[in-house]
């Protein structure tokens, strides 16, 4: 049986064979205990690569140079910096951009045009360069250091997101793994997603674009901390096929064994970056079935999951039915007032359009988990969406408005 | 000269002459100082009638109601109520709407398919026909009734919003006089905005549709609380002629003039909405200029003024320009970030997309305002548009995310 993905709890980056990776602290950003802010992820042959960034028009140099050479669906690794995102910094973030690329990598022996660059944190202050430069020697890449790696992205996320699963091609053990870093913000800066994925599979290229972009369309893509979109959001994907196990192509049961497994990667540690958004005491996740396209059941979802008036009902455990409706109506998707049935954690709150008895302090009571899962059945259609939030509290407003700058 | 737009600052719905209107209370809201809930705006001639309606797909039987009957370009009244939204209701709601304008109808001596319906409140909740019946003979309307009409409309904003203005079409004086409610929320349910304007103008039908369109376009559609949309939004505007001032149609230069003062009682109320939105401290004006259309400036403009992010920012005082770029670069609108330059209260702060040096103490002190006004020049096109919005405080959160069912 090839089809059985097992997670391995205490994975990183570098558990697929032939990464390596390490990080250190230059002094880009001021925060956090034991801070790292400069990482190195690499792998020690060619891989093949695949990424998604930001749709922004204001992107970082850091995302437009990394864009451009993953165009070639070839590269060693990547150099991250948290603590600066390297945007809006007019020309010379391109030049900082390539010349961070090129030191890390002449300290890794590969060609520059090999080495992609993500940066994350304040928007508008150039890369201090002198620190990097001086810095970056103090790394040291090994196959133990996906976890230091993990921790360098972080701004003010509390603790580092990371998952990773394997499972067999023809008996032959491959893995899937990934960090990320969450929705936090510094500074005059906002949430600034990325996300790192390896793996030893040997991946037609093809497969290993088009599996990321389906992905990241069902997880990353569907999450929502305050709907705003960062002009750093990077996904990236490394294949370098050191387990030695078959090519794994679209049309073998093993591509969709992959396919299965990076979207299991995706969703757990999307479902982490809603889990810590700023301010969050909740995650919410929002699912959306009977759409007429799944374009309809997104739309749907991720306008309830993003609704400012649906994350603070939600923090103040209130069943505020009237809100969710409101959300699926403007969010554009078909629907028709009398098909429709709600449900909070299972129980169903609304049917055929009409507000059904309930027991309200029994569904309250129930709302004051960790978890809240919101259910809307179009009846209208086949197709089913499902997006995350996290509930919106006043801490939320308390850090994102306190004097930064 | 008949181009001066003059402001009436007591003026009402029934300033224009031949409208008159009344309110009571019949116990379909328990908050507010001697509150209203249910009121009566009438012309005591048949009067041209335009109408724009929320885009929901989640719809009170209200607005449907009124927008069927709308689109016969001629009516008498509307009636209101606050309490209540009529959504979400199954049949019952269409029912009720149109018993409520039958009983309007009566009153008033008029065909109910002369008669309009709006409700704003609870979402889910049926009306409570009874008290309506029961009430609405306690209504007296008059030639004095606008304010009283106004304070009918109410949910929880803290005071009423009117704006009135006069000018001369050949020598004769006419107005156009309007009043709206906030994006207050109560119960379950969110921000419904209405607006109900009056004109004793003689208007040519077509030009009054089209010009409230492009009002509405430029005024209501470019204000955001907190990015949700309504199952109830609905703007009237009666034009009855009373005035007897001669007919106003596009071709004369009293068509641009009529465009003009509509525009301006749109915006003074739509200002007046967002400046009393549920715990903001501030209004944020936000103009894009040099888009390559209307639309990208509108897009533009409306994603600043509706980030949660920005919102947050300044209310905080923190001249936060990143995430102002963010709020640009993610709205879809073409720019390059190397032509733009952003200003706030008329103090550069960004100029050909890099950060400029200014005296940032100056800046916050400059911010701590009751109105912030942000600039951001694409310098790509000739194109401009207006935004407005309101910050984001912690009362905010609070307020709605209070147990309320």
New interface residues.
Partial sequence: MATEIERIVDGSVTTPKGFVAGATYVGLKTYGEAPLDLGLLMSETPAVVAGTFT?????SASVVLSERRASSLEARGVVANSGC?N????DQGMKDAIEMTSLAAAKLGVSPEEVLACSTG????ELPMGLIRSGIDKIVVSAEGGHEFARSILTTDHNTKEYTVSFLVDGVRVHIAGCTKGAG?IH???ATMLCFLTTDATVEPALLSQALKEAVDSTFNMISV??????NDTVLLFANGAAGAPKIDSDKASGETFRRALFEVCRELAKAIVRGGEGATKLIEVVVEGAQSVSDARLAARSVA????VK??I?????????I???????????Q??SMALYINDICI?E????ISYF?DAV?ANMNGPEIKLVAKLNIGEESATAWGCD???A???F??????
């Fill in positions: 749709t922004s028009k204001v992107r995102a945007a809006c910094v007019g304040i928007i508008g202050v913000m005059p800066n906002m305050e709907g705003d979109t960062s002009t993003s609704s400012v008036l603070t009902a923090y103040g455990n209130d069943p505020n039915w009237g809100r409706m409101m959300a699926l109506g403007k969010s554009g998707a078909e629907m007032e009398s609304m055929d359009g009409l507000p309200k309250i919106m509290s006043e939320f407003v308390t994102n408005s306190a004097y930064t700058t």
